[in-house]
């Protein structure tokens, strides 16, 4: 019976996961779900189990796993009595969210775990942002915050604002706003974008300057698709429809779109570069400024000067997030909505420790595509990436974060069209060096880590990219399968080849035996058998078809039978 091993709690807050490990290297079904890898893992509540199928076609199902993932409280919503003269009470509210613990944070080192806290003796360094979450049977909701501002009381006049995302939905959260005049201040605005600056100096002459390049996630809101997007304004098939996307495009502050905006852009989507030149992320537009030219935005006002200071509200800026030309920044950096699937695939391979080996990525469904990104995840302690070739597109890798198994990978069609291929078609190879101890394995997965993982149909609609896993194991005679009928099969190897591969099995005594080769769909391409005498044996196939021509690349099923007994393998050919 198989059974199944967590890699850590089955109960756990969203946005956590566990790694569910069948006993068994080969013959899994998970259920639900349907995956035939080893490990699979879990992210939602539900009941998980494991069904082995062996040789014969006997199958035995695991007890389940029973994994439950906690919900996130509500974020609590935290106000003060903003604005505070010097020597007064702050008084800070957080709303109630049942049975929650609180915890906040604030300038000078301030923290309480008070759902109400108050602050005595106000000065001036106390003014800022403070930040308070709600914590509910050891899960913890996003954070909200509230902005205090501090004023000696000197002056009457105030200015206060709010730093607006132009998709008319959002705010910028934590931009620093600067103020310069007879009194210098700055403070970061909180998760509504509102900035207030009390206690000026009436008729002095101030500016107001926004800033901001400290987002957690520095490819938020950047992806493969505002490349495709950047590339079709370039050359002049569909024009970017705002001044602010514009902008946004406009990524090495040249006052052009260009095919450098297009490259530095890629570099922050794979996380090669973390900024755009000059260390920016964002430029700064005065809401209330009028585009003489909406098609060349370019020069435009970032701050916004007041030579006789009266009390004004609603001062209002634009955040811009360059490289971001559709505007899917998301200060929750949640997931973006997308219209349907495509699959990227790795198959089950195998080889020695030492080997260099060759892991193509195949896709499904992959018609009409304009542009794919995503992660490749594997363990680092198995396989060393050495590179990548063969590409049917030429993507583009970002190798940061090859040393912790994973390769971004992005896309998109250089003159603006689309691109199809056929199910089990190959984007491109990878080239591995095990280097992992024999009996060791790892999955081989598409991911939404550091990057999304998302293709772009016709309509530029954005696809969701999901993964069937591979499973590379580290085999030698010590990978053999005992057959019920004493046969032992061991891996085919090189798998995936380019030339040949070869199949190995040991018989107990003299047998028949049928080996035939189908593709995907079930369609036999190649068909051969013989009478093999006791002992160990190899044959060899070289990816062609009974008639000595030469197949496409793909997955090819190879199923062999031996008398009363049969064995499957699953054989990817990479034609060079």
């Known amino acids: 019976t198989p059974t199944i091993t967590a890699s850590g709690p089955t109960t756990f807050c969203n946005g956590g996961n566990v790694v569910l490990t069948s006993n068994y290297t080969t013959g899994n079904t998970w259920i639900p779900g349907g995956q035939t890898t080893q490990s699979i893992l879990a992210t939602t ?15 035995s199902t695991s007890n389940p796993t029973t994994v439950t993932v906690n919900a996130l409280p509500t974020a ?5 009595n903003s604005p505070v003269i010097v020597g007064g009470t702050i008084n800070l509210t957080a709303s109630t969210v049942s049975g929650a613990t609180y915890s906040w944070t604030g300038p000078n080192g301030f923290t309480s775990t008070a759902q109400n806290p108050t602050i005595s003796g106000a000065t001036l360094p106390m003014g800022g942002t403070y930040t308070v979450t709600a914590t509910v049977n050891g899960c913890t909701s996003t954070a909200s915050t509230t902005l205090v501002n501090v004023s000696n009381g000197s002056g009457t006049s105030q200015l206060s604002g709010t730093i607006l995302h132009p998709n008319g939905i959002s705010n910028i959260r934590t931009t620093t706003v600067a ?4 009194t210098n201040a700055s403070m970061v605005t909180g998760t509504n974008g509102q900035f207030n600056f009390a206690g000026l100096t009436t008729g002095g002459n101030y500016t107001l300057t926004p800033s901001k390049a400290n987002d957690t996630t520095t490819n938020n809101g950047v992806t493969t698709l505002d490349l ?6 370039i050359l002049n098939i569909d024009t970017l429809n705002s001044p602010y996307k514009i902008l946004a495009g406009d990524v090495n502050n040249s006052s052009t779109v260009t095919t450098l905006d297009l490259v530095l852009t890629r570099t922050v989507i794979l996380q090669t570069n973390l900024t755009f030149p000059g260390g920016r992320l964002w430029s700064m537009v005065d809401a209330s400024y009028v585009f003489p030219n909406v098609y060349s935005p370019w020069p435009f006002p970032s701050t916004r000067n007041y030579p006789a200071v009266a009390t004004q509200t609603n001062q209002n800026f634009y955040g811009i997030k360059l490289g971001d030309v559709n505007w899917s920044w998301n200060p929750n950096t949640s997931k973006t909505t997308t219209v349907g699937e495509r699959y990227v695939s790795f198959g089950d391979l195998s080889g020695q420790k030492g ?3 060759t892991v193509p990525v195949m896709v499904e469904d992959f018609q009409n595509i304009a542009g794919y990104q995503f992660t490749i995840n594997w363990d680092p302690s198995v396989l060393q990436l050495i590179g990548e070739e063969g590409m049917a597109t030429e993507a583009f890798f970002g190798e940061s974060k090859m040393e912790q198994g994973a390769l971004m990978v992005s896309w998109n069609e250089p003159n603006g069209d689309l691109i199809t291929l056929p199910d089990g078609g190959t984007l491109f190879n990878l080239r591995f060096k095990v280097v992992g101890e024999a009996g060791t394995s790892t999955t081989i997965s598409a991911t939404s880590n550091s990057i999304a993982a998302e293709a772009y149909n016709q309509n530029l609609d954005v696809l969701e990219v999901k993964s069937r896993d591979g499973q590379f194991k580290v085999g030698g005679d010590q990978g053999a399968q005992a057959g019920d009928d004493g046969v032992q099969w061991y891996p085919s190897f090189p798998n995936p080849f380019s030339k040949e591969t070869t199949i190995r099995f040991d018989l107990p005594e003299t047998r028949q035996m049928q080996f035939t080769i189908s593709d995907l769909r079930g369609t036999v391409v ?3 058998g013989g009478v093999f005498e006791q002992g160990m044996h190899e044959v060899k196939w070289d990816g062609t078809s009974k008639s000595g021509k030469e ?15 049969s064995h499957t393998y699953r054989l990817v050919y990479i034609r060079e």
Not at 53 to 58: A, D, E, H, S, Y
Not at 179 to 182: E, I, K, S
């Open 76 to 80: 609590p919503t935290a106000s003060s």
């Open 228 to 233: 495709v997007l950047m590339q079709r304004h």
């Open 179 to 182: 103020l310069t005049g007879p």
């Open 526 to 528: 190649n068909q051969f």
């Open 551 to 565: 197949l496409a690349a793909g997955t090819y099923v190879l199923r062999i039978e031996a008398g009363s007994e």
């Open 45 to 59: 509540s539900g009941s998980y189990a494991v069904q082995v199928t062996n040789i014969n076609g006997c199958s």
């Open 355 to 357: 080997d260099e080996i």
